[in-house]
């Protein structure tokens, strides 16, 4: 199992389960001071977390808390949980299993190897269900079929035409393109050779194989692909596949967990291998993944640009450029927009940043915070990842116009 869903709680703050349900990505297990057993999991969108006038906030990054008509809060985007009986655990077929939940305040935890209860707020009883696993597609080479949760099978030209690029032309500007690809859309893992069942089912105590092999100097890899061909590219003509979805996010997320070396796309050929260090920059950096997926669904056609607005005002993470090759004049990437004002370069991914332009440092704020130095700068709006797919929004449509804010720092 991983993920589960909170669909209610027994015990916490309205405010929490007003943003029910959600659906959280289990990370990794992490033992505590009282117990081994704690799961640290990243929540399929953030939500609010209105603190007490006790709550210190000092234990939270500055860039997590705001703002809005019901008071300050901070954005939770991971949590920890647990079961909460004596002799129960989360399992693959629980059904309202009664948890402790706890919101991460302090994001350094993910650096940790053990949990440090300072770094979390206790915030509620709830039930959780587990989300049934992807049911892998049994395939032969060229086969194609719609899979069991009724969506078209994987095949990402996008991440594929990157790798083939940087294979062409390797170098970092390349390298970090197909990182940046890898921040959205799905992957395929190889589960050829795993136990599975006559349905192709995993059952209790059956044994999961993802591919791998051996990257430069002997470490560890994770190979994923671009689509079903690729994986049987990597076997005799014929051979029955079997391979499982898994957001391109996923996998890199599984690179850290596992502590492999590298992440090998398509490892017949074409390939690029992303590794470990490049993967920990992508992951340690928050990212707005709501705002990405917006940006993609309306360069598909799928939705009008009120929708990507709404999502940029969501007030999520959001990453600027710096260039700080002159300690002096440490300045923030802009371009020029159409009507000759200055827009700042807004970007949802760490790797987005270093794509667009290698040398700058990513620093990370919240979209409020970039709204107030907006007006507070005089720029005329903000281009939103400028290598693609992009959108421009103005300062008047995302409401930085008007006095400045006599208060405002950046980050604030």
């Known amino acids: 199992m991983a993920t589960f869903v909170i669909r209610s709680l027994d015990l916490g703050p309205s405010d929490f389960g007003g943003q029910l349900p959600v659906r959280a990505n289990i990370l990794r297990q992490m033992p ?24 210190d906030t000092a234990r939270a990054q500055h860039d997590f808390l705001a703002t809005d008509e019901d008071g300050p809060f901070v954005w939770i985007y991971v949590i920890v949980a647990c079961a909460r009986l004596v002799g129960t655990r989360f399992h693959a077929q629980m059904r309202s299993l009664p948890i402790n939940i706890a919101f991460v305040i302090d994001n350094t935890l993910g650096n940790d190897e053990r949990l440090d209860f300072a770094k979390v707020e206790f915030a509620a009883v709830g039930f959780a269900d587990a989300v049934p696993e992807p049911t892998p597609s049994n395939l032969t080479e060229g086969e194609t079929r719609q899979s069991d949760q009724a969506h078209t099978l994987v095949d990402n030209t996008i991440v594929r035409q990157a790798v083939a690029a940087f294979a062409a032309e390797p170098g970092q500007r390349r390298a970090l393109e197909v990182l940046r690809t890898c921040m959205f859309g799905d992957l395929l893992f190889d589960i050829t050779g795993s136990e599975l069942s006559a349905t192709g089912q995993f059952e209790a105590g059956a044994r999961m194989q993802i591919g791998g092999g051996t990257g430069p100097g002997g ?23 079997r391979s499982m979805v898994t957001p391109a996010v996923g996998a890199l ?3 850290r967990r596992q502590h492999d070396s590298w992440l090998y796309i398509d490892p017949a050929g074409p390939t690029c ?3 470990a260090a490049e993967v920990d920059f992508a992951l340690r950096n928050p990212r707005n993944e709501p705002l990405k997926a917006a940006l993609a669904a309306l360069a598909a056609g799928d939705i009008d640009r009120k929708a990507v607005l709404a999502a940029f005002l969501e007030d999520g993470p959001l990453l600027l450029g710096l260039d700080d090759a002159t300690p002096d004049n440490v300045s923030v990437g802009s371009t020029t ?19 667009f332009r290698p040398s700058d440092a990513v620093t990370a704020f919240t979209t409020r915070a970039v709204v107030e130095m907006i007006r507070n700068e005089g720029h005329g709006g903000i281009v939103i990842n400028p290598s693609g797919p992009t959108i421009a929004l103005s300062a008047a449509e995302i409401g930085a116009t008007g006095p400045k804010s006599p208060r405002f720092t950046p980050g604030s």
């Open 32 to 55: 505590g001071p009282d117990r081994d057993d704690y799961l640290v999991a990243r929540l399929e969108r953030p939500i609010k977390y209105h603190y007490p006038d006790a709550f």
């Open 219 to 241: 470490g560890r890899a994770l190979f994923a692909y671009t689509r079903n061909d690729e994986i049987a590219r990597m076997y005799p003509p014929g051979t029955r596949i």
């Open 253 to 255: 997320e599984l690179v």
């Open 273 to 275: 291998a992303i590794s």
């Open 337 to 355: 927009l159409p009507d000759g004002s200055t827009g700042l370069l807004g970007f949802t991914s760490a790797p987005e940043v270093v794509a």
